[in-house]
Nanobody, 129 residues
């Protein structure tokens, strides 16, 4: 069982990146998935989460209208499309999944109310001004 996050990098403000979270050993369709980030000296923050089956989405206010979370079931991968990036988006981004809370309100998943089953290794996003 493995989650592999990728797609981070260095980008100028206003640019875009697409993060990928690929799963092996299990099927993402049955899990709620969250993207979390942590910047140096700051607490981990739930950025965007998506529920299973209905694919309800949640975004933290600071990324609404700029980030989009979506699944590709055929590739067993979830993506986070990040547009109009700003320096304050710089952080290590992690993906995580929950089977137990797969269909619960995605905002609760992102707010850390529940423990996640698996975490991927982070991918660094750096946005220069």
């Amino acid at each position: 069982v493995q989650l592999q996050a990728s797609g981070g990098g260095l980008v100028q403000a206003g640019g875009s990146l697409r993060l990928s979270c690929a799963a092996s050993g299990f099927t993402l369709d049955y899990y709620a998935i969250g993207w979390f980030r942590q910047a140096p000296g700051k607490e981990r923050e739930g950025v965007s989460c998506i529920s299973a089956r209905t694919n309800r989405e949640y975004y933290v206010d600071s990324v609404k209208g700029r980030f989009t979370i979506f699944r590709d079931s055929g590739k067993n991968t979830v993506y986070l499309q990040m547009n109009s990036l700003a320096p304050e988006d710089s952080a290590v981004y992690y993906c995580a999944v929950s089977r137990k809370y797969a269909t619960t309100t995605p905002s609760n998943v992102c707010r850390g109310y529940y423990g996640m089953d698996y975490w991927g290794k982070g991918t660094q996003v750096t946005v220069s001004s």
